[in-house]
């Protein structure tokens, strides 16, 4: 699990009491997301900008309480699942790499 994820670009729909989460074009995962949370949760690591452990008092901030242990599991399901990636990773490829990244990710938007 990554100490700083990040929710990678996949399409996440809050749709009443469900937060719809679209891993794969053919794929939906539905999750029961009575209070918000689920989807409080997954724009704040689409931000990227929280260590693991900075997460409940992030969510604490946007009137959601929950305990460490609560996020962690449901980051490591998120992990397991394939959708999060280190948001601390690009840091560590070169310029041209970046850049080609960049150049497939815009393709594939296409689509």
Do not use: I
């Amino acid at each position: 699990m990554p100490s700083s994820p990040r929710l990678k670009s996949v399409p996440v729909y809050g749709h009443g009491n469900t937060v719809v989460l679209c891993r794969r074009s053919l794929e939906r995962t539905y999750l029961a997301d009575p209070t918000g949370a689920v989807l409080a949760l997954l724009k704040v690591l689409a931000r990227g900008e929280y260590q693991l452990e900075q997460l409940p008092a992030a969510l604490g901030s946007l009137g959601h309480l929950a305990t460490g242990d609560d996020v962690a599991r449901v980051v490591g399901q998120l992990d397991d699942w394939g959708v999060l990636e280190r948001a601390d990773s690009t840091d560590q490829l070169d310029a041209a790499t970046q850049q080609r990244h960049a150049s497939n990710l815009r393709y594939y938007d296409l689509f």
